[in-house]
Structure formats: C-alpha cells, structure tokens
C-alpha cells in the first residue's frame, strides 16, 4: 500500500506545480494586456492632443501646409492602427517623425513659440510623450518578465503545453527631443 501513495504523492505535487506554472503564466500575460492597455489609453491622449496643436500652429504658419498635413495623415494612420505592437510602433514612429517636422516649423515663427496656446499645448505634449515613455518602458519589462517565464526551463513546458506565446516589445522615439543641459564651469 505504500508504493501506491508515494505515487500519489508525487502525482499532487506534480500537478500542484503544473498549477502554479500555469497560473503565474496567466498573471503575467493579463499583466502584459493590463500595461499594453496603458500605452494606449496615453497614444489616445497624444491622438486627441494633436488636432488642436496642428490647430495653433495652423493659424500662424498658413504656408506650411504640407508639413501640417503630413503630421494629419500620420496621426490617421496611428489612430487606425491595432496591429501588433512592432505595426503599431511602425506608425507611430512616423507620426514621431511628423511631429517632429512641425516643431520645427515652430522654430522658424516667435509669436507663436509665444503663444499662451501654443505653449500649454506643448507642455501637454511633453507631459503625454514623457506618461508614454513611463507606459512603454512599464510593459517592456512586463514583456520581458513574461518572455522569460515562457522560455525557461521548466515554465517553458508549461507554456509550451497551454500554448503561451512570446509577446513583441514595443519600441518607438520619443516625440520630444531632449538635450541635457550644458554645464559649464567658471574659472
């Protein structure tokens, strides 16, 4: 009788263990949708912020409409995007690159870098990139965290078994360009 329960024994540890695998699994993938949904909620902020900056700066650089139309069609193109998030980061970075061009349209014009407007919208921009950055850098290391558990061993027969599949990182510039301050020191 006692060879039956040793094996019986084994058998609840065993699939204890397979359990426990499975559920950290599952943790860490509704982490991974839990984060995602984050970036999201921020890409949709900068969505909605975009149309009153283009707005602003349309008001005051009327001869720069292929730069403005440009940053349109791009934010267009991010909004329809639900693709995975090498896609969507695909597009994004092209809108990162369209923002990038009207800012610099901004440069060329000081009543509107002057703009009470202008610079709310701004700083709002710079907040939303900044919350963005926070949101990505959150469930890249989400992913990473997950990715891991799914490779190795023994988590990854697990995985493997209940078919958890690796998720992409999700990689885009920032749409702010930031130089660290220059210190000079007096002689």
């Known amino acids: 009788m006692e060879p039956v329960w040793i094996v019986l024994i084994i058998l609840v540890v065993v699939l204890l263990w397979i359990a426990v695998m499975y559920n950290t699994l599952v943790r860490a993938r509704n982490t991974c949708h839990e984060s995602w949904s984050d970036i999201d909620t921020e890409l949709k902020r900068r ?7 283009v707005n602003v700066v349309q008001g005051y650089a009327k001869h ?5 139309e440009r940053v349109t069609q791009s934010r267009a193109a991010a909004v329809a995007s639900t ?4 896609s969507q980061a695909r597009d994004e970075n092209q809108l990162i690159r ?12 000081p009543d509107l870098k ?34 891991n558990r799914c490779e190795v061993f023994p ?33």
Do not use: C, H, W
């Open 47 to 53: 969505y909605d912020l975009i149309p009153n900056l």
């Open 64 to 68: 720069e409409r292929e730069v403005l």
């Open 83 to 86: 693709g995975s998030p090498e």
């Open 98 to 109: 369209s923002l990038r061009q009207m800012l610099v349209v901004v440069e060329k014009y």
């Open 114 to 147: 002057a703009s009470r407007n202008f610079l709310e919208l701004q700083g709002e921009l710079v907040n939303t990139e900044d919350r963005i950055q926070r949101s990505r850098r959150f469930y890249n290391a989400n992913v990473r965290d997950y990715n």
């Open 155 to 187: 988590s990854n027969l697990i995985a493997g078994s209940f078919g958890f599949q690796k998720r992409e990182y999700f990689e885009i510039d920032s749409a702010i360009e930031r130089e660290a301050p220059a210190v000079k020191i007096a002689t």
